[in-house]
T-cell receptor, first 115, second 109 residues
Framework: DAGVIQSPRHEVTEMGQEVTLRCKPI?????LFWYRQTMMRGLELLIY????????DSGMPEDRFSAKMPNASFSTLKIQPSEPRDSAVYFC?????????????FGPGTRLLVL | GDSVTQMEGPVTLSEEAFLTINCTYT??????LFWYVQYPGEGLQLLLK?????DKGSNKGFEATYRKETTSFHLEKGSVQVSDSAVYFC????????FGKGTRLHILP
């Protein structure tokens, strides 16, 4: 199994530009999660989906952030417009089912730098 | 609301030393508990887990026991190696997963 795939691995952009991060979960997994990791705030859950439906987006910092999951094998996290404070590592994770106790499998992350 | 608190790092030990990283949780329900490890430049990966009280999770020489009476899930290893240097995250999951802030571990040869 290829694991969770994220692209790009690194992104450098200028303030005000649109950024799109992509994720392909493990085949057969029903839940998908987007996280942001910074030194100051640690690991934060932004949003998660069950069966392609957003369940909890309370962690999305503001309206500049949006996430979609058009099908079971693809999700995007978009930032528009981007700001320097959005610089972080963004992780996507998937798990087999939405219930408690399920292990999450993380992708390698996208390291975003907004200048 | 639910929360996870783990000891702040960095923790620096010599090779073959005994390791304990403390983790406590608060929850209204009966969460499953996890330890994840993050090696440099990588995503988190599951180290071990326990789904009910008194369960012990173990992997790669690491152990943690789900203690409901003390709401704790401390991570232990009897003899650490340089390759154990990483960031360790404690997490609880009831209806959604909550991670602690992570503890950076440095093992000196």
């Amino acid at each position: 199994d290829a694991g969770v795939i994220q692209s790009p691995r690194h992104e450098v952009t200028e303030m005000g530009q649109e950024v799109t991060l992509r994720c392909k979960p493990i085949s057969g997994h029903n839940s998908l999660f987007w996280y942001r990791q910074t030194m100051m705030r640690g690991l934060e859950l932004l949003i998660y989906f069950n069966n392609n439906v957003p369940i909890d987006d309370s962690g999305m910092p503001e309206d500049r952030f949006s996430a979609k999951m058009p099908n079971a094998s693809f999700s995007t996290l978009k930032i528009q417009p981007s700001e320097p404070r959005d610089s972080a590592v963004y992780f996507c994770a998937s798990s087999p089912r939405g219930g408690g106790g399920e292990t999450q499998y993380f992708g390698p992350g996208t390291r975003l730098l907004v200048l | 609301g639910d929360s996870v608190t783990q000891m702040e790092g960095p923790v620096t030990l010599s090779e073959e030393a005994f390791l304990t990283i403390n983790c406590t949780y608060t929850a209204t329900g009966y969460p499953s508990l996890f330890w994840y490890v993050q090696y440099p430049g990588e995503g988190l990966q599951l180290l071990l887990k326990a789904t009910k009280a008194d369960d012990k999770g173990s992997n790669k020489g690491f152990e943690a026991t789900y203690r409901k009476e003390t709401t704790s899930f401390h991570l232990e290893k009897g003899s650490v190696q340089v390759s154990d240097s990483a960031v360790y995250f404690c997490a609880s999951r009831d209806d959604k997963i909550i991670f602690g802030k992570g503890t950076r571990l440095h093992i000196l040869p």
